[in-house]
């Protein structure tokens, strides 16, 4: 496994990596949209970082870390070009209760083995399955997940050194009330409306950018008491410290961290895997998701090794990269550097930054990711899939991505089933040598191998019968259990069953399984077997 780790990362450095270069070229304008795109990241990058990691119960800097590390190699490695990575609220909600328990040593070491994870899975061609995600369940994320980003700010409206860690994990402290509540509400308002109206001005600068340098100016030329970035914690340190995890190689450990790095890898992967679709979506690429995960896979190695608490795609910071115009990877390198700049060099003057400037920034990524045009259709699509959208809408909310995106597509799949179930159905003639011939449409499966069942007429069928599945589909191993099931009864009945117009496919599944042991002629060119005689002795291996 570790030679086809080394031979990943491999292949992928030895490749050119045109997602640097545009199809415009890399020009000066390019490169300066690209640039401005990352420190605008980098910037909202930073209290988030922090807040994630008090919310996991770690140091400020393991935030930091995580949010520089796996950034700059999901910038270089990843799937998609615009993508930024960093950590997350989602999996530091699932960090709390191991780092509560076991301290942070163990969690360093869940994040490399939830790494190993992810890479096995990439290797694996494992991100492919993403394309099984229905688009209900698409919407219920990015409506769900813009709801998260919106709470998650409500922690700035508190008076700073009030917020303290819950058992859960979750924040309490006290709100701001009178004129600080005001000044905070109207400078937010303030950051919202320039990034509205600074693309009808100028694009020169990206419009986040522009809103975080008015207001920060205005705060700081008039000395406005207002919560600041260093209000949450000093970002000031050094370069992220090579440091092996200090736990147990033991069976034990592997018992404490194996089910928390599962649900991490499970979580990251999926949360980057349907960012990687929506920035497609909107920058008109596809594929890239095995690539995606050995990245996020390897960034998070990386991070369990230098002190970070491993992190996964942010449709947040990944919305403010695209929107401002970034379509290569120069932005998320960018992006991971200017913050490693912010912690060693200038974490004084970002410190300054006042949080109603950033909020301002994350709200307007709410409004831009929630789907406005899901509650319009609600009324117009299938209930199901008004259903799923809520329900995976909420879950996100309530629990976590990966339960919602797991639970809508189980939601999704079980209405498919059934809807496909009721469309089991035959058209029955009489042939002139007195044969009854049944002309089964729609899918045999598991969910409609009991309407199968019902459509026979046993005892009043006359002595030959022919089941035509020409309009059908044989699916699976009930579906042939069900076919088998029909010509016992016909066998007992003393009467014969014939099969007709088997696909090639329906008849290898059969022969494979043992149930139709004859030889066939399939039509070359229409894909149809001939007819298949079934009599005694030749289904269910009587």
Same mark, same amino acid.
């Given at each position: 496994?570790?030679?086809?780790?080394?031979?990943?990362?491999?292949?992928?450095?030895?490749?050119?990596?045109?997602?640097?270069?545009?199809?415009?070229?890399?020009?000066?304008?390019?490169?300066?949209?690209?640039?401005?795109?990352?420190?605008?990241?980098?910037?909202?990058?930073?209290?988030?970082?922090?807040?994630?990691?008090?919310?996991? #119960?770690?140091?400020?800097?393991?935030?930091?870390?995580?949010?520089?590390?796996?950034?700059?190699?999901?910038?270089?490695?990843?799937?998609?070009?615009?993508?930024?990575?960093?950590?997350?609220?989602?999996?530091?909600? @699932?960090?709390?209760?191991?780092?509560?328990?076991?301290?942070?040593?163990?969690?360093?070491?869940? @994040?490399?083995?939830?790494?190993?994870?992810?890479?096995?899975?990439?290797?694996?061609?494992?991100?492919?399955?993403?394309?099984?995600?229905?688009?209900?369940?698409?919407?219920?994320?990015?409506?769900?997940?813009?709801?998260?980003?919106?709470?998650?700010?409500?922690?700035?409206?508190?008076?700073? #050194?009030?917020?303290?860690?819950?058992?859960?994990?979750?924040?309490?402290?006290?709100?701001?009330?009178?004129?600080?509540?005001?000044?905070?509400?109207?400078?937010?308002?303030?950051?919202?409306?320039?990034?509205? @109206?600074?693309?009808?001005?100028?694009?020169?600068?990206?419009?986040?950018?522009?809103?975080?340098?008015?207001?920060?100016?205005?705060?700081? #030329?008039?000395?406005?008491?207002?919560?600041?970035?260093?209000?949450?914690?000093?970002?000031?340190?050094?370069?992220?410290?090579?440091?092996?995890?200090?736990?147990?190689?033991?069976?034990?450990?592997?018992?404490?961290?194996?089910?928390?790095?599962?649900?991490?890898?499970?979580?990251?992967?999926?949360?980057?895997?349907?960012?990687?679709?929506?920035?497609?979506?909107?920058?008109?690429?596809?594929?890239?998701?095995?690539?995606?995960?050995?990245?996020?896979?390897?960034?998070?190695?990386?991070?369990?090794?230098?002190?970070?608490?491993?992190?996964?795609?942010?449709?947040?910071?990944?919305?403010?990269?695209?929107?401002?115009?970034?379509?290569?990877?120069?932005?998320?390198?960018?992006?991971?550097?200017?913050?490693?700049?912010?912690?060693?060099?200038?974490?004084?003057?970002?410190?300054?930054?006042?949080?109603?400037?950033?909020?301002?920034?994350?709200?307007?990524?709410?409004?831009?990711?929630?789907?406005?045009?899901?509650?319009?259709?609600?009324?117009?699509?299938?209930?199901?899939?008004?259903?799923?959208?809520?329900?995976?809408? @909420?879950?996100?909310?309530?629990?976590?991505?990966?339960?919602?995106?797991?639970?809508?597509?189980?939601?999704?799949?079980?209405?498919?089933?059934?809807?496909?179930?009721?469309?089991?159905?035959?058209?029955?003639?009489?042939?002139?040598?007195?044969?009854?011939?049944?002309?089964?449409?729609?899918?045999?499966?598991?969910?409609?191998?009991?309407?199968?069942?019902?459509?026979?007429?046993?005892?009043?069928?006359?002595?030959?019968?022919?089941?035509?599945?020409?309009?059908?589909?044989?699916?699976?191993?009930?579906?042939?259990?069900?076919?088998?099931?029909?010509?016992?009864?016909?066998?007992?009945?003393?009467?014969?069953?014939?099969?007709?117009?088997?696909?090639?496919?329906?008849?290898?599944?059969?022969?494979?399984?043992?149930?139709?042991?004859?030889?066939?002629?399939?039509?070359?060119?229409?894909?149809?077997?001939?007819?298949?005689?079934?009599?005694?002795?030749?289904?269910?291996?009587?």
């Amino acid at each position: 496994m570790k030679r086809a780790i080394l031979a990943a990362f491999a292949n992928r450095l030895a490749m050119p990596d045109l997602s640097l270069m545009p199809k415009e070229g890399l020009t000066v304008a390019r490169l300066r949209i690209e640039l401005l795109a990352g420190l605008t990241v980098a910037l909202a990058l930073v209290p988030e970082a922090v807040a994630f990691a008090f919310v996991a #119960g770690v140091h400020p800097l393991v935030g930091l870390y995580a949010a520089f590390m796996v950034g700059l190699v999901t910038a270089l490695f990843g799937g998609r070009p615009g993508m930024i990575s960093g950590a997350t609220g989602a999996l530091a909600v @699932v960090m709390v209760a191991l780092v509560a328990q076991h301290g942070v040593e163990y969690l360093f070491a869940t @994040v490399v083995l939830m790494g190993i994870l992810q890479v096995f899975a990439g290797i694996m061609q494992w991100g492919k399955f993403i394309r099984l995600v229905p688009h209900p369940v698409m919407l219920g994320f990015v409506n769900g997940l813009a709801i998260v980003i919106f709470l998650a700010q409500m922690g700035q409206f508190k008076v700073p #050194g009030s917020v303290v860690k819950t058992a859960e994990g979750m924040s309490a402290g006290t709100w701001l009330t009178g004129m600080p509540l005001f000044l905070m509400l109207g400078l937010t308002v303030l950051t919202m409306a320039i990034i509205w @109206v600074m693309p009808r001005i100028s694009r020169s600068v990206p419009a986040p950018l522009a809103g975080i340098g008015i207001v920060a100016a205005l705060v700081i #030329g008039f000395g406005l008491d207002v919560p600041r970035v260093g209000d949450m914690a000093s970002i000031q340190g050094g370069l992220p410290p090579f440091h092996i995890p200090e736990v147990p190689l033991d069976w034990e450990t592997l018992q404490i961290i194996l089910p928390y790095a599962v649900i991490l890898a499970a979580i990251g992967l999926i949360e980057s895997l349907l960012t990687l679709n929506l920035v497609g979506d909107m920058t008109g690429e596809r594929g890239g998701a095995s690539q995606e995960c050995i990245a996020q896979g390897g960034a998070n190695i990386l991070t369990g090794f230098f002190g970070g608490m491993g992190g996964c795609a942010m449709i947040g910071q990944s919305m403010i990269n695209v929107k401002s115009g970034a379509r290569t990877r120069i932005s998320g390198i960018a992006a991971a550097l200017f913050l490693l700049i912010f912690i060693l060099f200038a974490s004084g003057l970002i410190e300054l930054i006042p949080l109603a400037a950033l909020v301002g920034v994350m709200f307007m990524v709410v409004i831009g990711t929630f789907a406005w045009n899901s509650l319009t259709i609600l009324r117009k699509v299938p209930l199901t899939d008004a259903f799923v959208i809520l329900l995976v809408t @909420v879950v996100t909310v309530m629990e976590d991505l990966a339960v919602a995106v797991v639970v809508g597509v189980i939601v999704s799949a079980l209405a498919y089933a059934w809807n496909n179930a009721r469309r089991i159905h035959a058209t029955n003639q009489m042939t002139e040598d007195g044969a009854k011939v049944y002309a089964i449409e729609g899918p045999l499966f598991f969910g409609s191998s009991d309407g199968f069942t019902e459509l026979f007429d046993v005892g009043g069928d006359p002595e030959k019968v022919i089941v035509d599945f020409k309009l059908s589909r044989v699916v699976d191993q009930s579906a042939l259990q069900a076919i088998e099931a029909v010509a016992g009864k016909y066998e007992m009945a003393g009467k014969s069953i014939q099969l007709r117009h088997l696909s090639r496919d329906c008849h290898k599944l059969l022969n494979k399984a043992g149930h139709l042991m004859v030889d066939s002629d399939d039509d070359p060119d229409y894909q149809i077997a001939a007819d298949y005689e079934v009599r005694t002795g030749i289904l269910g291996g009587h």
